[in-house]
């Protein structure tokens, strides 16, 4: 039997403008995925855990 892991918590979204832009001077924003439990879920997927 092969053991599972389910995590459960949000995923954080944060919108940088680049360079050192204030964010209403931005025409465009960089995307950066984060969060303590999507961390822990995608380091879990790669050390081969399912």
Do not use: C, H, W
């Not at 039997?1 to 025409?27: C, D, H, N, W, Y």
């Not at 439990?37 to 855990?49: C, F, I, T």
């Amino acid at each position: 039997m092969t053991k599972k892991v389910v995590t459960f918590g949000e995923i954080m979204l944060r919108l940088a403008p680049p360079g050192f832009l204030r964010f209403s001077q931005a025409s465009s924003f960089d995307v950066v995925y984060g969060g303590g439990e999507s961390n822990v879920a995608v380091s879990l997927a790669n050390y081969g855990v399912p």
